[in-house]
C-alpha cells in the first residue's frame, strides 16, 4: 500500500467552524457513553424515520455475526425516499439535477434535466408498475442494473425497492465477464441497461458488452433498455425492449402501492473485491442501513433544506448507492448526478459544475483531487466556488498535500472540510470530522473520528488494544445499523472473511491503522490483497487470475504500487510456460486481457517477466516481498506483521527477487521494467 509510515502526528489542525468546535476528549467521553448504550442509541436515531410499523426488539444479536436491526419493524426504502416528501412542501422541490457529459461549442451543456420529488415519484412508479405486472416482479426476486449515471439509474434502483425486488447494480465501467459473473452469482432473471453512454468525449456501446455478457448468463429472460443515446444497437426479439417503447403502455399517474418489508429484509446486494475468490455479494438491509444514512448525512454532512448536494462518485459503487441515491433522497435535497468525467473536457468540467449549480456540498475522492491538482491554482480562480461549505473525501487515504491543495483553493481555507472512511461493508461512513455535530478540530490526512455509536478500535494480533500511535488492524466490536446482512449465497464465507480473524466476533475491515494521541484515526489503506486503484477496489486474485487463463501465464502475482494521481495501480509479475518469450507484445496481450475481462479500471501498469516468485514453504506467494521489491521499499517495513515464513525467510526471499527483477530492469534488451 502507498503509505508513508512516518505520520506527520503532530499536523497542525484546522479550525472548524469556532462556534461549533468541540475538544476531543469530549467528544470521546460521549463517543464512549454511546458506545457502552449503543442499543439505546440506534433506537433513538431510528426515532427519526417514519416507519409502517415500529421495532420489538432494536437488535436480535443472537446469532452472530448475523444481526437483525429493528426487529418487527416494517418499512421501504423507496418509500422513504419519495412518498413523504410528495405528500409535503418537498413535492415541487428539485430532487435531482441531471447533467449529460457533451458540452455545445460555447462550453455549455447540452443536455441538463431536472427532476422535482413529484417527477421523480411518478417515473420511480411508473417502473415499478411496468416491473410488476409486465415482468411480475415481485418480493425477493433478484435483477441485475447495468446501467451508466443516468436518471434512469436512481429510479430503477427506487422502484426495484419499492417492489422488494432486490437488485443487484453493476458498474457500468464493468467488462462483460465481470458482468455475467455477478448476474450468475445473484440468479437474476431482468437485466436493465442502456444502449450507450458518454464518457471522456466518447461514445461507450454498453449494450454490446451486455449483449457479450449475456451469452454466458442463462438466467436472464429478459433485458430493458435504457435509449440514453439512440445509436444502432441488437435487439432480440421477445427478449430485449426499449424502457420508452414500454412505458408507453403504462397509465401516466399510476401509483404503486409500497410493500411493506421488514426492516432486516434485502435492499441490494453490490458486489465487492476481497482477500481471495471471486467477487462477494454484500447484501445490505433496509432499515438499519437506512437508520446509517440518515444518521451520517445530517452529521457528516449537516445537510439543510437550501444545500445543493454533489457527490462525484458512481452509482455503481457502494458510495453512490448511499451517498447518491438511498441517503440524499431520504433527507429531500437538491442534488447534482453527472453523466461524465470530472475533467471533461478539461481539469476544470468539477469546478464549471460547482458553479452552474451553486454546489453547497461536495462529496469526492482524492484521486479526483489529485488529478484536478496537476494544473495550477489558477486555472480554478475563473470559476466561482464560493458557494461550497461543506466537503468530505472518501475510497483512499488522502495525502497531506491533496487535502492542504483542496482545501485552499476550494475550501477557502475555511471550509469544513475531512476525509470520511467506510467499506461497501459498513453500509455508511463510519469516521469524519463531523459537520452537523459540535465537531472536533481538523486534522488534515486523519479520517476524523468514529461515529457515536461504533466501536471501532485498533487491535494487535491478538485482538487486543493497541497503544495510542501504534499501527495495528482496524476493527469494529459491536454491531451498527447498516452492516452487510451476509454475503449473498454464502453465509459461511461471511463469517470466515469478517468474523473469524479476531475475537468476539469482532469485524475485521482488512485495513491497517493508527489512532493518534487526540483520538483521531488515521486509516493507513488495506492490509489484504485488495488495491484501490482511483478508489475503486479490485481484488488482486481476480486479477491472478485472469492472468492465468492465458496459454503463456504458468503463475502471477498482481501487487499495487503507488501512483501519483490513482493512488495505487496494478502491477504484474508474471512466470511464464515453456515455450513462450515475455516480450512487449505478450505485455500487451496480457494487459488487454485483464481490461477485457475485468474493466479498463484494471489496466497493468507493467508486466515484469520472472522465473519465479518468492514464495512460503506451503507455496504461498509471499506478496509482502512482491510488494517491497515493486514498491522500492525496504523489507523491513513489511516484516512487522505476522507472515508464513520466518523473518529470516521472508529477508532471503526478498535479496533473491529484488536481485532478479533488479538484474530485468538493468538488461538494455528488455523494455518491460
Ligand atoms: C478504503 C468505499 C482511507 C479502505 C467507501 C476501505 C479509505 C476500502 C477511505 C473500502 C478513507 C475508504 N481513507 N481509506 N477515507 N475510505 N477507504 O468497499 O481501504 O469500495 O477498506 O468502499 O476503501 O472500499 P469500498
Sequence with gaps: MSVNWALPFEERLLPADKSKLLDPKIYLELHKQTVENFKEFWAERAKELPWFKPWDRVLDDSNPPFYKWFVGAETNASWLCLDRHVASWRKNKVAIIWE???????????????????????????????????????????????????????????????????????????????????????????????????????????????????????????????????????????????????????????????????????????????????????????????????????????????????????????????????????????????????????AARWAAIIERYGVTILYTSPTAIRGWMKNPKEFYTRYNLASVRVMHSVGEPINPEAFRWFYEVVGKNRNHFGSTWWMTETGGLLTAHWAGLYTTPMKPGTNGMPLFGVDLEVVDDKGDPQRPEERGYLVIRKPWPGLSLTIWGDPQRFIQVYFSRFKNHYFWTGDYAVRDRDGYFWILGRADEVIKVAGHRLGTYELESTLIQHPAVA????????????????????????????????????????????????????VIFVSKLPKTRSAKIMRRVVQAVATNRPIGDVTTLEDEASVDEVKKAYLEFLAEVEKIKSDPNNKQS
Aim: net charge negative; with cysteine; proline share 5%.
Design 100 to 346: 449529460g457529459e457533451p458540452l455545445d461549442k460555447n462550453g455549455k451543456p447540452l443536455e441538463i434535466k431536472k427532476y422535482t420529488y413529484a417527477d421523480l415519484y411518478k417515473e420511480v412508479n411508473r417502473v415499478a408498475y411496468l416491473l410488476k405486472t409486465k415482468y411480475n416482479l415481485k418480493k425477493g426476486d433478484t435483477v441485475t442494473i447495468y446501467l451508466p449515471m443516468i436518471p434512469e439509474l436512481p429510479i430503477f434502483m427506487l422502484a426495484c425497492a419499492r417492489l422488494g425486488v432486490v437488485f443487484n447494480v453493476v458498474f457500468a465501467g464493468f467488462s462483460s465477464a465481470s458482468l455475467s459473473d455477478r448476474i450468475n452469482d445473484s440468479k437474476s432473471a431482468l437485466l436493465i441497461t442502456a444502449d450507450g453512454f458518454w464518457r471522456n468525449g466518447k461514445i461507450l456501446h454498453l449494450k454490446d458488452i451486455a449483449d457479450e455478457a449475456l451469452k454466458t448468463s442463462p438466467t436472464i429472460r429478459n433485458v430493458i433498455v435504457v435509449r440514453r443515446l439512440g445509436n444502432k444497437i441488437n435487439i432480440v426479439e421477445g427478449r430485449d425492449a426499449y424502457l420508452d417503447d414500454l412505458l408507453r403502455e403504462v397509465p401516466e399517474n399510476v401509483y404503486v402501492e409500497p410493500t411493506r418489508l421488514k426492516s432486516e429484509d434485502p435492499l441490494y446486494i453490490l458486489y465487492t473485491s476481497g482477500t481471495t475468490g471471486k467477487p462477494k455479494g454484500q447484501v445490505h438491509d433496509i432499515g438499519g442501513y437506512m437508520v446509517l444514512l440518515d444518521t451520517t448525512m445530517k452529521w457528516a454532512f449537516d445537510v439543510r433544506d437550501e444545500d445543493v448536494y454533489w457527490c462525484t462518485a458512481d452509482i455503481g459503487w457502494v458510495t453512490g448507492h448511499s451517498y447518491i441515491v438511498f441517503g440524499p433522497l431520504m433527507e429531500g435535497v437538491t442534488e447534482i448526478i453527472y453523466e461524465g468525467s470530472l475533467t471533461y473536457p478539461d
Design 555 to 606: 503463475e502471477a502475482a498482481v501487487v499495487g504500487i503507488p501512483d501519483e494521481i490513482k493512488g495505487e495501480v496494478p502491477v504484474a509479475f508474471v512466470i511464464l510456460r515453456q515455450g513462450y518469450t515475455g516480450d512487449d507484445k505478450l505485455a500487451t496481450e496480457l494487459n488487454n486481457l485483464v481490461r477485457a475481462k475485468v474493466g479498463p479500471i484494471a489496466t497493468l501498469k507493467t
